[in-house]
């Protein structure tokens, strides 16, 4: 089985505005209300491409509750903790000549929380695989993803991670089977700017000397390179076509390396159906569905 977590799921309420302009009313054209945060919409991708999966995390008052209907409605399973305190934030997304955002704070997440999460996790066995993504709220602990790892250590479980900076870093001592920052986030990372593909290779390679098995780096419009656990690096291209709304592309791209990784076994593939899925979230207002992505596969 597969899982994800999700520390701050929100609700997206996606807008649409001709020309957006600070100080003054706006009115939308379209808008929507989606589920959000990485491992949830890893979860809503991996479900559209026929991957079984279970979302995790932590949800509050009747913004948590709406989401959790939400994932129920496109057939997604859950098995979220509910808090007591504060309610799952609310992210604005305002699409117009350019993307603007504005993200809430989330829910209080007690101690009593966390140790019903552990309990969760401890039930995941051998051959499982755990997908940690995202920010981590400032009521939990900054090195939660490292606790996670280390009690999981001892099973053969499959983790992937797709956080920032330290986040990241200080994981790699754990050995995750695949890590995914972006080349902006890479070159943050050793304090670089990173300018073409011989530098961003050069610093995946270091990621995994520092004890990533894979590590996949995004690039936009620019595709993605792999730097697989035998040394093999792929790069590929995306498809062409016009990005509509580049939120959770990469989480999509997570979603698609997964299900050719599943299906195949076969990391190159694996690279080819997850820049296929990314691209068409990004193609399209929302999240893909198999059609959407075979459409991409077919030309690629």
């Known amino acids: 089985m597969i899982y994800t977590v999700t520390f701050n799921p929100c609700l997206d309420y996606a807008v649409h505005v001709e020309n957006f302009t600070v100080g003054t009313i706006n009115r939308t054209q379209t808008e929507d209300i989606y589920p959000g945060g990485k491992g949830i919409n890893v979860s809503i991708v991996l479900q559209n491409l026929g991957i079984e999966n279970t979302a995790l995390g932590f949800i509050g008052s009747f913004t948590g509750t709406q989401i959790e209907k939400i994932m129920k409605n496109r057939g ?85 991670v797709d956080a920032t900076q330290d986040l990241l870093l200080n994981v790699l001592k754990f050995h995750p089977f695949l890590i995914k920052p972006n080349h902006h986030e890479l070159g943050d990372m050793f304090h670089r700017t990173l300018n073409n593909d011989d530098e961003i290779t050069e610093y995946a390679l270091k990621l995994k000397e520092m004890g990533a098995q894979n590590v996949l780096v995004s690039m936009a419009a620019k595709g993605a390179i792999l730097v697989c656990e035998d040394g093999q690096v792929y790069k590929m291209l995306p498809p062409n076509g016009k990005v509509v709304n580049s939120v959770g592309a990469g989480d999509s791209m997570v979603a698609g390396f997964i299900t050719g990784y599943q299906k195949t076994k076969d990391y190159k593939e694996a690279l080819k159906m997850g820049i296929a899925t990314g691209s068409a979230s990004a193609f399209l207002p929302w999240l893909a569905e198999m059609k959407d992505v075979e459409k991409l596969l077919a030309v690629m």
Request: contains cysteine; charged residues 25%; glycine residues 6%.
């Open 76 to 160: 997604c399973h859950t098995d979220f903790i509910e808090v007591e305190k504060g309610f799952s934030r609310i992210n604005v997304q305002i699409m117009s000549k350019e993307e603007t955002a504005i993200n809430g704070q989330g829910c209080n997440i007690s101690e009593q929380n966390i140790t019903a999460l552990f309990k969760k996790l401890d039930a995941l066995k051998d051959g499982d695989m755990l997908v940690l993504a995202g920010s981590i709220p400032n009521t939990l602990p900054s090195d939660i993803y490292e606790n996670i790892m280390e009690r999981l250590q001892e099973k053969q479980i499959r983790i992937i």
